[in-house]
């Protein structure tokens, strides 16, 4: 079981570029959801997706959107990046209703605007 | 005031020592605490869960969950080399999840 996976595993961008980063959930997992992690903070939730849908989302402006696919797989878009949207972006994927112990996180795709 | 609050450190110890490892939270709706432990350029990876107040004990670690106070820690005995990474706190109520801002924790051989 290959895990929770992310790609790119870097990448670096120009203010106002949009971004698209892509996540594979766990094997069995259904829901997936995205963090941002600037350097020296902890993950904040972005939104999370089930059944292709965004089913809960955290403080984030529009510009943040996602979709999942039909085979559980995810996307994260960022339009007009800006200098602040450098971060540490993870993916976790669960099992729909898990429990608390049954989140697992991806190694995270590194964004870097300039 | 942020709704968890942790020390980032840098702490640092000696192999062998006793490390304890804590945050605070505001919001008395939290009904599940989580420790993760982060190495460098990695993903969470979570430690331990607890759910209300009282110890859970895995192998050298220990959770500990004062829900009056707001209160959480993790002990880690017989720290080794390998135990050095970035130690983050969660909590969690049904709809909602906070993280702290991590502790970086170095074990010195």
Redesign the interface.
């Known amino acids: 079981d290959a895990g929770?996976t992310q790609s790119p595993t870097h990448l670096i961008k120009t203010r106002g570029q949009q971004v698209t980063l892509r996540c594979s959930p766990k094997s069995g997992h259904d829901t997936v959801s995205w963090y941002q992690q600037a350097l020296?903070?902890?993950?904040?939730?972005i939104f999370q997706y089930y059944e292709e849908e965004e089913r809960?989302r955290g403080n984030f402006p529009d510009r943040f959107s996602g979709h999942q696919f039909p085979n559980y797989s995810s996307e994260l878009n960022v339009n007009a990046l800006l200098l602040g949207d450098s971060a540490l972006y993870?993916c976790?994927s669960s099992p729909n209703r898990g429990r608390?112990?049954e989140?697992?996180?991806?190694?995270?795709t590194?964004l870097t605007v300039t | 005031q942020k709704e968890?609050e942790?020390d980032?450190g840098p702490l640092s110890v000696p192999e062998g020592a006793i490390v304890s490892l804590n945050c605070t939270y505001s919001n008395s709706a939290f009904q599940?605490f989580?420790w993760y432990r982060q190495y460098s350029?990695?993903?969470?990876?979570?430690l331990m869960?607890t759910?209300s107040s009282g110890n859970k004990e895995d192998g050298r670690f220990t959770a500990q969950v004062d829900k009056s106070s707001k209160y959480i820690s993790l002990f880690i005995r017989d720290s080794q080399p390998s135990d050095s990474a970035t130690y983050?706190c969660?909590m969690?109520n049904n709809?909602?999840?906070?993280?702290?801002?991590?502790t970086r924790l170095t074990v010195k051989p």
């Open positions: 929770v020296g903070q902890g993950p904040q939730f809960q993870l976790a608390v112990g989140q697992y996180f991806g190694p995270g590194r | 968890v942790q980032p599940y989580m350029r990695k993903g969470p990876e979570l869960y759910y983050l969660a969690r709809n909602d999840m906070r993280f702290g801002a991590g």
